[in-house]
């Protein structure tokens, strides 16, 4: 058998409440899935969600230090509920999804919002702007056999202690089977998949020293300090 020509990366991974591992394999992020928010990114609330991406090695635990990444001058916070899969599930019905839905976990979408606008002016990708290091940190995964499957809970971010973004999951205007459903009539998913389910108002810039504490009361909380 042929050797690799270098050390293979380690598998990007998260904690699970109650022990164990969780190993990651790709990270889905919906785009616009609070009305509020798409209100305050210059949407309509209307407008079906979309899908982009981040490599499962931009994975970084809750706790950590990131650093303020290069290339942008405005990097933002978006705290969201992250479902993380469990089962296979391809071109399922939201009946059926929240089977495949292993357990969820609280997740910072961290943003080059600087480059995003600039991107989605150009109609071009928004990698630059979203699929960086350090840019997907995730707190533990609290299993559904252990939290079931939460459907009303609140959702915090405060900023140095103040709150700046406040709302509820049940606020989402697609609902965590539904993401499921819609994502999986394009790709067969499958464990170690996460999806970033969206992010409610209040995104805002953080600096170096920044401390980061996200909430999902009864689910789990996320947090990171800026360097
Ligand atoms: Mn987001």
């Given amino acids: 058998m042929a050797e690799y020509v270098f050390p293979p990366p380690p598998v990007p991974a998260a904690a699970v409440r109650g022990g164990g591992l969780y190993p990651v394999r790709r990270i889905f992020c919906v785009g616009r899935n609070y009305a509020e928010h798409a209100r305050e990114m ?13 490599p499962a090695a931009a994975l970084t635990p809750s706790g950590a230090a990131i650093a303020y990444p290069p290339g942008t001058e405005n990097f933002h916070y978006e705290m969201e509920l992250v479902l993380a899969l469990g089962a296979s599930a ?8 929240q089977a495949a839905i292993y357990g969820y976990a609280c997740g910072l979408d ?3 919002r600087d480059l995003q606008a600039a991107l989605r002016e150009k109609k071009q990708p928004w990698d630059l702007a979203k699929a960086f290091e350090e840019s997907a940190v995730l707190g533990e995964i609290a299993p559904a056999s252990a939290i079931g499957h939460p459907r009303r809970a609140a959702i915090t971010l ?9 709302a509820d999951i049940a606020d989402m205007i697609w609902s965590a089977p539904e993401i499921v459903a819609a994502l999986s009539l394009y790709y067969h998913l499958g464990p170690g998949d996460l999806i970033f389910t969206g ?9 170096r020293g920044d401390r980061l504490d996200g909430v999902i009361e009864g689910l789990g909380a996320v947090a990171a300090t800026i360097r």
């Fill in 42 to 54: 210059g949407g309509d609330d209307r407008e079906p969600p979309f899908f982009f991406t981040k």
């Fill in 90 to 97: 391809h071109k399922i019905a939201a009946e059926d999804a």
């Fill in 110 to 112: 961290m943003t080059r």
């Fill in 158 to 166: 405060a900023v140095n202690g103040k709150t700046r973004q406040r």
């Fill in 199 to 207: 992010t409610p108002a209040g995104v805002g810039p953080v600096v």
